[in-house]
């Protein structure tokens, strides 16, 4: 298929500045681009950071712009927590979330919080409410969120003694046979099948036995009974919105006692077929169904050697039944008691490689943080925004095709977020339904996998289209070098560096309306862009990507695409290239110049395309041309050299035109954008500088 030609001229010619000479001066006249030159920069709607960063607009942004970036994929656990998740709570689940779990009966509660009533009843109000809630977000998501995945949530390897008091009209009736739980053991070694011996789990839950067949066929069971289609639906079960189950705990605790070595030996193994199980019986309720389940995190149990293989339920991820997994505490740990901290370098570095390990496996990612706040704690403060960017910059180190963030708020001292759905914004309940302004920033897609870098050390950074994510990974300030300029979505100018505290994550947005190149790779926007290069550099990469570029020199335009191609473009000059979208580019140096070529610019007379291709901005007393000496090649030794004297700029102003039009905006439509004009006259050369990056016009007068 034949590249479509992008042509320069009177129409569409991006320095269309007609220059005439009258009577010595030269006149630009406006310029004319009939391209479409939208520049996709931050969006500055009502859905715009700096709006909804407001706390008078933090309902409406919540509201009004729930999933429309699609930039970030969010996900969202216990959505149906206890029933108590309000219509506009749904509605916006709905709408901003890629996956949300629903959990139909009450978590295990703290061990210093009381049941609530057992009365059959009021917890069959409490499901059937959840089971709604479900169905309302599944049928809003059909038209507002098709791709959003509605999970039936389910604990894997515990009941909750509360649990067992309640006559439930589903599987836990309250007489499970002893043979589906753990028990202590007698003397001789036999577990004792009975109440009293039941292996507590967190004091408030009794662990079940995977490896038995009681267990396993109930649990298989269950989610076949909800997942039935409707019209075979009986009582609560058969729920045809659900798109799968989601397997909560598939790491045990290994410090219970009475959990024989052998059973936490063989632990994945056992889990893994008990998943099997389940998701070979839920697929007779219907095409499609997905089976999740929280346990990637490596048993802190288990001490890690570096073989991947060590790591409890690493088996389970290769499990084919299986079709996602979750990280419980992806870089955050808030533990049910102790301090709330940042994971280890070393811990998060394991756990992100492991991410997406299994994301290029096509399997699911929820990278999950739970954050408990003080009472009373505002979600819109500064502290709650630094930790919730943190939190998001880890994660998208991560991000794939199929990985989803979350950041589960709540309250605690040492109770579990889970048991307590207090009020932590104006009386309202955002416990799992919390939004943030970051969600909305669009950074595009990713160009490649995260980085490491070398210096500082410890430090991670992922380049996106329109943004540059950074996260320090280690517990004290790093200060980043960085290339180019960027701002902060607060809106704060960032070039040169950047220090990041502690465990601090940033997304820095790409200032688009300057495209620039730094060693090789280019930051491009739809439409025409200026760009310079500091080595010879092949364009190989514009070509291949369905670019355009055009040189300027000796009065005349140098147009080169893939069915014209010219070898390399060069430092000293800048460049127009044609993007048909904003894409990152990267091209080859060529470290050698072609053959007669000087190895810089040449001053020629009239208009000469220039530029800066410095990481820093350089004044007139730095830049160097080649400018004619006035020999001849008759009397010249050693061609092309002897025919030209290096100058800086500053050296020649005599010889130019007395103002420089330097490019501040490539992809402007008008002169007055496009452009800026240095004024040389009565100026001392040396105090003028061109920015870093930036192609400017010089005119050699005759």
């Not at 670019?547 to 191609?565: A, I, L, N």
């Not at 410095?614 to 090649?633: F, M, P, R, V």
Request: net charge neutral.
């Amino acid at each position: 298929m034949k590249t479509k030609r992008v042509y320069l001229n009177t129409a569409i010619f991006v320095f269309a500045l007609a220059v005439i000479a009258i009577g010595g001066n030269i006149a630009i006249n406006k310029l004319g681009i009939s391209a479409d030159t939208n520049v996709p920069k931050y969006d500055q709607t009502d859905c715009s950071f700096n709006f909804c960063n407001k706390s008078e607009n933090y309902d409406t942004c919540r509201q009004g712009c729930a999933g429309k970036n699609a930039s970030i994929q969010t996900g969202i656990l216990f959505a149906g927590n206890r029933g108590v998740v309000s219509n506009t709570d749904l509605n916006f689940i709905a709408k901003q979330h890629k996956l949300a779990v629903f959990q139909l009966l009450r978590p295990p509660l703290a061990s210093n919080v009381q049941p609530p009533s057992t009365n059959f009843s009021e917890q069959n109000q409490v499901v059937q409410k959840t089971l709604d809630d479900a169905r309302t977000v599944k049928e809003i998501s059909k038209s507002a969120n098709p791709d959003l995945k509605v999970l039936h949530y389910r604990l894997s390897t515990r009941l909750s003694k509360w649990d067992l008091d309640v006559t439930d009209n589903e599987d836990w009736d309250g007489q499970i046979p002893e043979s589906c739980f753990l028990h202590t053991t007698d003397a001789s070694g036999v577990p004792v099948l009975d109440l009293s011996h039941r292996i507590l789990h967190g004091g408030n839950s009794y662990m079940a036995d995977p490896s038995s067949d009681c267990w396993k066929q109930r649990y298989m069971t269950y989610f076949f009974n909800q997942l039935l289609p409707s019209a075979n639906k009986t009582t609560l079960a058969g729920n045809d919105f659900f798109d799968g189950v989601f397997m909560d705990e598939a790491i045990p605790r290994q410090g219970n006692p009475g959990i024989s070595q052998n059973l936490k030996d063989n632990w994945d193994s056992i889990l893994s077929q008990v998943f099997s199980a389940v998701k070979n019986k839920i697929k007779e309720t219907g095409p499609n169904k997905v089976a999740m389940y929280n346990g990637i995190k490596c048993n802190p149990d288990i001490k890690w050697t570096g073989e991947k293989e060590n790591c409890n339920a690493w088996k389970i991820l290769n499990n084919p039944d299986l079709d996602g997994v979750m990280y419980e505490w992806f870089s955050y740990r808030s533990p049910e008691e102790g301090t709330p901290s940042f994971e280890p370098y070393d811990v998060f570095k394991r756990q992100l490689d492991l991410a997406i390990e299994v994301d290029a496996k096509g399997k699911m990612v929820l990278a999950s943080n739970i954050v408990k706040l003080p009472a009373g704690t505002d979600i819109r403060s500064d502290s709650v925004r630094v930790l919730q960017r943190a939190l998001l910059a880890s994660y998208l180190l991560a991000q794939g095709d199929h990985t989803y963030y979350e950041i589960a708020l709540g309250t605690g001292g040492t109770q579990s977020v889970f048991n307590l759905p207090s009020p932590i914004v104006n009386n309202a309940t955002y416990n799992f339904v919390g939004y943030f302004p970051d969600w909305n920033i669009d950074i595009g897609k990713s160009t490649g996998k995260y980085q490491e870098l070398s210096s500082p050390s410890h430090v991670f950074a992922r380049d996106f289209e329109k943004a540059l994510v950074l996260y320090n990974g280690d517990g004290s300030a790093k200060t980043v070098p960085l290339i180019g300029s960027y701002t902060t979505p607060e809106g704060q100018e960032v070039a040169g560096s950047i220090t990041l505290t502690a465990n601090q994550g940033q997304i820095l947005l790409k200032n688009f309306t300057k495209a620039f190149c730094s060693n090789g790779t280019c930051f491009l926007q739809e439409g025409y862009n200026t760009v310079t290069t500091d080595k010879p550099m092949s364009p190989q990469g514009f070509y291949d990507a369905g670019m355009t570029v055009f040189g300027f020199g000796e009065k005349k335009w140098r147009q080169s695409d893939r069915q014209q191609p010219t070898t390399e473009l060069y430092p000293g000059y800048g460049y127009y290239v044609y993007s048909p979208t904003a894409q990152t580019v990267t091209n080859t140096f060529t470290d050698q110049y072609m053959p007669g070529l000087l190895g810089g610019a040449v001053l020629s007379k009239g208009w000469n395309l220039f530029g800066n291709s410095s990481d820093q901005a350089k004044t007139l007393s730095e830049l160097q041309i080649y400018i004619s000496n006035g020999n001849t090649t008759s009397t010249c030794s050693v061609l092309p050299w002897c025919l030209y004297d290096l100058k800086t700029i500053s050296q020649v102003t005599d010889k130019i035109y007395h103002k420089i039009v330097v490019i501040k905006d490539g992809t402007a439509t008008d002169a007055d954008k496009a452009f800026d004009y240095i004024e040389l006259k009565g100026k001392d050369p040396a105090s003028i500088s061109i920015p870093a990056h930036t192609a400017f016009w010089v005119y050699l007068k005759d």
